[in-house]
C-alpha cells in the first residue's frame, strides 16, 4: 500500500470512529427514557442481549471500574430492572440478569432505536442514497468477518 493508500484509510478509520460514536450516542439518547443514564442504558442493552455476568464482568465488558458498576447495578435495581443470583461456580458472587420488567424494557428500548434510525434514514436519504449506505454496510461488514 503506499503513502497516498495509507492516508485515505487512515481518514477513513477516523471519519467511521466519529460517525458510529455520534450514531451510538444519539441510538441510546433515542432508546431510553429521562430515568435512566447512559451507562444505565448501556449496561440494560447489553443484558438485554442475553447476557449474564457478575458485576467484574459486566465492568470489564464496559470498560469501567468495578465501584461504577456497582453504582450502576443498584440504579437498575432501584427501577426493578435486574435481580441478583448467587453463581453456582462461585458461591461469594452474584450473577446479574434482567427482570421481566427489565427485559420489557430493554425491548422497547431497542425497537424505539430501530424505529428511529428507519425513519431518520428514510427521512434523509433518497433510494439511491439508501442503496450506497446499503453497500457501504455490505463492505464495513467484511471487517468482522476476518
Do not use: Y
Not at 471500574?65 to 461456580?89: E, F, N, V, W
Amino acid at each position: 500500500m503506499d503513502d497516498v493508500s495509507q492516508t485515505n484509510a487512515a481518514e477513513v478509520a477516523r471519519d467511521l470512529r466519529v460517525v458510529f460514536s455520534r450514531l451510538r450516542r444519539r441510538m441510546q439518547v433515542v432508546g431510553s427514557a429521562d430515568d435512566l443514564t447512559p451507562s444505565q442504558v448501556a449496561v440494560l442493552t447489553r443484558l438485554g442481549k442475553g447476557e449474564i455476568g457478575s458485576a467484574s464482568t459486566l465492568a470489564a465488558a464496559e470498560g469501567v471500574r468495578p465501584q461504577s458498576m456497582a453504582a450502576t447495578l443498584a440504579a437498575l435495581d432501584q427501577h426493578g430492572l435486574i435481580r441478583r443470583t448467587p453463581d453456582p461456580d462461585d458461591g461469594r458472587r452474584q450473577l446479574v440478569d434482567l427482570t421481566e420488567a427489565g427485559r420489557e424494557r430493554a425491548a422497547g428500548d431497542r425497537e424505539a432505536r430501530a424505529e428511529w434510525l428507519a425513519t431518520s434514514l428514510e427521512e434523509a436519504f433518497d433510494a439511491d442514497e439508501l442503496a450506497t449506505i446499503g453497500q457501504a454496510m455490505h463492505l464495513l461488514g467484511r471487517l468482522t468477518e476476518q
